[in-house]
């Protein structure tokens, strides 16, 4: 086999090899540029794929928000009108109770001036019968 094999063959070789590997590094080269465009374009692609989904994400987290915040204003429009309610109410009972309240202090007011009344009239009375006491007993005494 070794007489087989030239000087002439052996260099035919090299050449062979040495354009075998040159035509690999250009096919190499290509699919390495062919797969640097692609990962570019898989990456625009998904670029565009997450603003979009982004700008999806504001628009429903902006409609939730605004969602949100009429359920709340919503709310406290009923709360206050609840608790104006609830003061009118209360501002009513107040007032009926302040007129009660003004009604007994008239009433007690009047008990007190007739047991004032029937206090002088006793004490009166009591005085009278006193002085006649006493003058009966002076008178027989004398």
Known sequence: ?????????????GAQVDAGFAQ????????REELRREIKAQGEELRREIKAQGEELRREIKAQGEELRGEIKAQGDE??????????????ETREQGRELRGEIQALAAIVAAGQRTMF??????????IAAIATVVSTAI
């Open 121 to 130: 009239q006793i004490c009166g009375g009591l005085c009278v019968a006193l």
């Open 1 to 13: 086999m070794r007489q087989n094999w030239t000087d002439d063959r052996m260099d035919d070789l």
């Open 79 to 92: 709360l206050r009108v609840g608790i104006e309610a609830q003061g009118k109410e209360l501002r009513g």
């Open 24 to 31: 690999a590094r250009v096919d190499l080269g290509s699919t």
